[in-house]
């Protein structure tokens, strides 16, 4: 039996989670290696690829997608960038894993969505790796028996220790609570129709002009309500903790105790500070599963739409916590692609 050639993946944008996938690639996914890299930032591009044997390193996401051996797209490059590097794989017919969020807003997402309907098939894999977290798939599974009953209500919290200099308050649903609308959506098999976002007074530990925390409530097609509290400078770590109440009991998730310990008149354990430490298994199970399904011709896991959806729903966010209130969200219809 001849073994398959490896999948040759360009990766796109080198800085925090695009180098983690190049890392990731190379040493942890099997059947795939990384043939280019690509960053605006050409130096950083070259000490990344320098790690990596036979890797080139470039400027322009066009020229890697066409290098000899370049069979598949990794977009890890900022929101704003992901629409022309989209377009630009559709052009190769190259499968694409992007980064949330497929892009910025709905509009630009719908352009994207229309040039892959253009294309005729699926091309896209959405980076929300929340759905191969093990915990959030256990959850999903648990509530697919309907054993708890119809889920009524979804209780989320988005903790992390403290946000980066550039984060603004819009961020915090743009970029934070956008993985809570992906997993709304996803663990209730409903749209979300609405979206309202009340704003307690800010943490004496937030910057300066930062809404922190948020408490953002979704409505959803099927009825349910999904809340989600994002405090993005809580002090003490990453937590990310979903409990969905159905008619006949509760589920949750992340409360991380997978190791307690008793010691000196305390129990305790310990709370993981970033989410490439919470979700490390997420992310290797997202990309092993996007290689694994791309060498069979496939494309699974989140689509074109999910990013379209969850950008409506961001997009609707950033507008009832600039203007208060409840913002409707009309989807375009669904195009049978992503039935
Ligand atoms: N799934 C998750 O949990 C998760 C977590 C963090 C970030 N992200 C997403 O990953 C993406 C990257 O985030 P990051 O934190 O690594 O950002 P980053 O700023 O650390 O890195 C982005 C890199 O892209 C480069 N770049 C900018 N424009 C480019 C272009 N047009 N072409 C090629 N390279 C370009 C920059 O020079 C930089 O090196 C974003 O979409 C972000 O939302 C996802």
Known sequence: MTERAPLGIAVIGTGRMGADHVRRIHD??????????????????????????????HTDPAAAMAVPGVDAVLIASPGPAHEATLLAAFEHDLPVLCEKPLTPDAASALRVLDAELRLGHRRVQVGFMRRYDPEYAQL??????????RPLMVHNRHRNAASPPFFT????????VAHEADATRWLLGHEITAVTVLRPTPSASAPDALQDPQFVVFET?????SDVEIFVNCGFGYQVQAEVVCER???????G???????????????????????????????QAWVDATRRGEVT????WDGYAAAAVCEAGVRALENGGRVEIELAEKPALYA
């Open 301 to 304: 896991g989140p689509s074109t």
């Open 169 to 176: 308050s819009s961020m915090l649903i743009s970029d934070s």
């Open 140 to 149: 999903k599974a648990l509530l697919a028996t309907g054993r708890l009953g």
């Open 28 to 57: 942890v996914t099997s059947g795939a290696r990384v043939a280019a890299v690509v960053d605006v930032d050409a130096e950083r591009a070259k000490a990344v690829a320098a790690r990596v044997d036979g890797c080139t390193a």
């Open 221 to 225: 097609g099927g009825g349910a309500l």
């Open 249 to 255: 009991g509760t589920a949750r998730i992340g409360d």
């Open 257 to 287: 105790h997978a190791l307690v310990t008793n010691t000196a008149g305390r129990w305790g354990g310990t709370i993981a500070q970033d989410f490439t430490e919470r979700f490390e298994t997420a992310y290797d199970r997202q990309i």
